[in-house]
Every structure is written in C-alpha cells, then in structure tokens.
C-alpha cells in the first residue's frame, strides 16, 4: 500500500531561518503529490502540487516553494521564514483517486 | 470553480448518539475521501468512494452522485471518536485534491 514519510514531526524555527521539509512516498510511482497548510482553527489550505518530476503549481502566493527532484521526493522550502508560516504542513499523495497522507509537521517560527 | 462545503463546522454529541456530518461539492467529482484528523494532527483516510455507499465498523460513509452530497455518520458514538473529520473531492478533469473545512466532533462521556 501507498504510504509517506514526512520529517520532521515537529520544528521551531526563528524568524529568518530557512526551512526544508520534506516528504518521500513508498508502495506506488508517478503519483500526485500535494503540500498542505493548516492554520490554527483552520481547515486545510493547498500550498503546491505536482503531477510528475519537476513539475510544480503554485495555489497561493507566498514566502514557501516546493521541489520534485525525484518521483518520490517533494520538498518544502522556504529561504527566509517569516512568522505566519507558522502551522501544520501535510505531505499528501494520490494514485488512481487513492489519497494517502504524511503524518504532518508542526512547524513554529519563533 | 471546484468547491467543498463542510456542515457542521462544530458538533458536539453525548456518547451514544448516531452522528451525521455533511459534504457537498459543487461539481463532478470521480472520487470523494472522508479523512480523521486527530489533535495532534496525524490524518487517517476512512473511505474514498465514488457511488453508493460503504461501511466500516461503525462508520458508515454514502454519496449521493446526482445530489453532490455525501454524509459520513458514526453508529453508537464513542468519546475516542473525538476528531475533525475532512471530506475531500478529486474533481473531474482536476489535478488536484480539494479539502473541505473539517467538521470538528466532540462526544462527551
């Protein structure tokens, strides 16, 4: 069965520092791959997809971006955090309308 | 534009009692997920479904294609159910998975 393994579980950051997350998925290849936000209180807000190697859409804008450097491999970035990046960010994977999902990372930026 | 709106946004229930939370979507879809997400964040898919109706233990997950509504409902509803449960629809033609708000659930003993 499809799975992701999303690191690190939690992570608090000063304003300013950089940020790399990433997600790798097992079980399946070529699937849909998205990053989530969730603000406290809120629901969750789509961030970036991808459909394939290097290929990335951005939803809304913002201080984050997102690589595809491999099939298997999304990743999370941001040069420069700023507080409001502040939240908890969901790796998430589908495959045929199957969706499976990363265990998150609760990210504080101090 | 592809939409998915949650109700209730809040439920609150006495353990025992048979839950009903709502989804609709505002366009075709070829697949709907209904998701628990516990507080510390972790999200379990339920059920994907695409018509009719599926069932799991206590869950019972039904999509009403015609109508663009789906229900989740939880039979005899335990305090450990206590969670925000998240439709999400794949839309036809879409590349993207499309979360609803989340309906947050808490069963008091």
């Known amino acids: 069965s499809q799975t992701i393994h999303q690191w690190p579980a939690t992570l608090v950051q000063p304003v300013g520092s950089p940020l790399s997350l990433e997600c790798t998925v097992e079980?399946?290849?070529?699937?849909?791959l998205y990053w989530y936000r969730q603000a406290a209180g809120r629901g969750l807000q789509l961030l970036f997809y991808?459909?394939?190697?290097?290929?990335i859409s951005s939803e809304v804008p913002q201080n984050l971006s997102a690589s595809r450097p491999q099939d298997r491999q999304f990743i999370l970035s941001s040069k420069k955090l700023l507080l409001s990046d502040s939240g908890f960010y969901l790796c998430?994977?589908?495959?045929?309308?199957?969706?499976?999902f990363g265990q998150g990372t609760r990210l504080t930026v101090v | 534009k592809n939409e998915v709106e949650q109700s209730p946004q809040n439920l609150t229930a006495q353990e025992g009692e048979f839950i009903t939370i709502n989804c609709s979507y505002s366009?075709?879809?070829?697949?709907l997920h209904w998701l628990q997400q516990h507080p510390g964040g972790g999200i379990v898919s339920l059920f994907m479904?695409?018509?009719g109706k599926k069932k799991h233990g206590r869950l019972i997950a039904t999509i009403n294609i015609q109508e663009k509504h789906s229900s989740l409902h939880i039979t005899a509803s335990h305090p450990r159910d206590s969670a925000v449960y998240i439709c999400?629809?794949?839309?036809?033609?879409?590349?993207?998975?499309?979360f609803g708000q989340g309906t947050r659930l808490t069963i008091n003993p």
């Open positions: 998430a994977g589908e495959r045929d309308t199957e969706a499976f």
């Open positions: 366009v075709g879809i070829s697949a």
């Open positions: 999400a629809a794949h839309f036809q033609g879409a590349q993207k998975l499309v």
């Open positions: 079980g399946t290849s070529n699937p849909n």
């Open positions: 479904l695409s018509s």
């Open positions: 991808s459909v394939g190697i290097g290929q």
